[in-house]
Nanobody, 129 residues
Framework: QLQLVESGGGLVQPGGSLRLSCVVSGFTSGFTLDHYAIGWFRQAPGKEREGVSCISKSGVSTTYADSVKGRFTISRDNAKSTVYLQMDNLKPEDTAVYYC??????????????????WGQGTQVTASS
């Protein structure tokens, strides 16, 4: 069973930076991270889970929510089975629990949390002074 573990969350002042990591393990024999699309989602209290950024299995295609464009960068290191989310110029409205998700696919549906088949446990990000 695929396992995803997020780390790197924390408390940061507005304008600060954090880098989230998502380590993926438990691949079925013959498969590696190279076969999976990965997405980062977030959920604030009282709000629905929303797609923040997604990356195709090749890494060639990426998508960002309008609210984070120009501030967040998604990347992947398939050799380390890890996907990253670099978050710069954090704002109070970025405060949420951040989750990574995976699906064995070429493309992805960054706007639909129900499309993804495996999820991590989440990491808290708080931007506050």
């Amino acid at each position: 069973q695929l396992q995803l573990v997020e780390s790197g969350g924390g408390l940061v002042q507005p304008g600060g930076s954090l880098r989230l990591s998502c380590v993926v393990s438990g691949f079925t024999s013959g498969f590696t991270l190279d076969h999976y699309a990965i997405g980062w989602f977030r959920q604030a209290p009282g709000k629905e889970r929303e797609g923040v950024s997604c990356i195709s299995k090749s890494g060639v295609s990426t998508t960002y929510a309008d609210s984070v464009k120009g501030r967040f960068t998604i990347s992947r290191d398939n050799a380390k089975s890890t996907v990253y989310l670099q978050m710069d110029n954090l704002k109070p409205e970025d405060t949420a629990v951040y989750y990574c998700a995976a699906r064995l696919a070429s493309g992805y549906m960054c706007s639909d949390a129900n499309w993804w088949t495996s999820w991590g446990q989440g990491t808290q990000v708080t931007a506050s002074s």
